[in-house]
């Protein structure tokens, strides 16, 4: 069982560069999430979907952009990346239907900005 | 709004000592869940637990406890006989009901020194 996969696991940009970075799920998961580490802030939510065709902006949803266009797939994208966007980021899944469901998580992807 | 504080930001013990992870949550909602989550320094995000809050016993899974309080609003972590392999982020996390939305506190790093 694959779970959720994210690709790539490492990137390094400059500056005004675009960039996707994919989530799989292969548990029929409705529910799928991008979230942001950064030291001392936790975990923040970017985007998130409800299910496919569905996108909706989370905490911090600024300068990136999401699609979900199949079920299992949900994508993050950054058109112009800057800086402050060196983190590291988490895709996320849940069932649906059901509040108490807890995360599945991808094993991240650490992005630099240069 | 929802809110999720781990006061402790790290916490160092030696190998067998016990240890306690607070986390101390902010909520309307008079339905809700809680978890626990583990980031090993490998990074991946590992699902602990999930408590209903209807449910206020404590459970015991292992060398680890729960205690949940709703009178004073924490949701507590013990490890007992603490291990190297314990060292990890923990982080404490909250869900209402009709949203989607996961508000994580900020993690507490645990070191365990052999």
């Known amino acids: 069982n694959a779970g959720v996969t994210q690709t790539p696991k490492f990137r390094v940009l400059k500056t005004g560069q675009s960039m996707t970075l994919l989530c799989a799920q292969d548990?029929?998961?409705?529910?799928m999430y991008w979230y942001r580490q950064d030291p001392g802030m936790g975990l923040r939510l970017i985007h998130y979907?409800?299910?496919?065709?569905?996108?909706a902006k989370g905490e911090v949803p600024d300068g990136y952009n999401v699609s979900r266009l199949k079920k299992q797939n949900f994508l993050l994208g950054l058109e112009s990346a800057a800086p402050s966007q060196t983190s590291v980021y988490f895709c996320?899944?849940?069932?649906?239907?059901?509040?108490?469901?807890?995360?599945?998580f991808g094993n991240g992807t650490r992005l630099t900005v240069t | 709004a929802q809110k999720v504080t781990q006061a402790q930001t790290e916490i160092s013990v030696v190998e067998k000592e016990d240890v306690t992870l607070d986390c101390v949550y902010e909520?309307?909602?008079?339905?809700?869940?809680l978890f626990w989550y583990k980031q090993p320094p490998s990074g991946e995000l590992v699902f602990l637990i999930r408590?209903?809050?209807?449910?206020?016993q404590n459970e015991i899974s292992g060398r680890y406890s729960w205690n949940f309080q709703k009178s004073t609003s924490s949701f507590n972590f013990t490890i007992t006989a603490s291990q190297v392999v314990d060292s990890a982020v923990y982080f404490c996390?909250?869900?209402?009901?009709?949203?989607?939305?996961?508000?994580f506190g900020t993690g507490t790093r645990l070191k365990v020194l052999a």
């Open positions: 996320a899944s849940s069932y649906g239907g059901s509040y108490n469901s807890p995360l599945h």
């Open positions: 909520t309307r909602d008079t339905t809700y869940y």
């Open positions: 996390a909250h869900l209402g009901p009709g949203t989607y939305k996961y508000i």
């Open positions: 548990m029929n998961h409705e529910y």
């Open positions: 979907s409800v299910g496919e065709g569905t996108t």
């Open positions: 408590r209903n809050s209807f449910d206020e």
